[in-house]
């Protein structure tokens, strides 16, 4: 039986912030450290889109995107209230108003490519 999680189940949590160059990297980074072989055959970092790029994992290719994919919570800070200082109020016990929610955050994930045949 196969131990290796599954490279479409590999999701990489990189912030748009960070960009898709190293959300790519984290991606590899997490598949190899499961086992997989790599092969990366195009890339598209530097351009627009939430593709990152096309790999081979064993003769199957994926794509790997970097887009909105993994939920995350967020604090809501009242109005007025600096976030440093709602930070360090949570810490001590406090939540003087501060609301959760959630919202999707940026993640790098494969997609398996299906030529049809």
Known sequence: ????????????????RDGKQRALEV????ANKEGWPVTVESSSVDEA?????????ESLRYQIL??????????????????????????????DGITWAW??????WAEPIIDGH
């Open 27 to 30: 991606w590899l980074y997490k």
């Open 103 to 108: 919202e999707f955050a940026h993640a790098a």
């Open 66 to 95: 970097h887009a909105k994919r993994v939920r995350r919570r967020v604090a809501i800070v009242p109005q007025g209230q600096h976030l440093i200082a709602a930070a360090v109020g949570l810490t001590n016990g406090g939540s």
């Open 1 to 16: 039986m196969e131990n290796r999680t599954d490279p479409i189940e590999i999701i990489a949590q990189v912030s748009a």
């Open 49 to 57: 889109g939430v593709e990152c790029a096309v790999v081979e994992i």
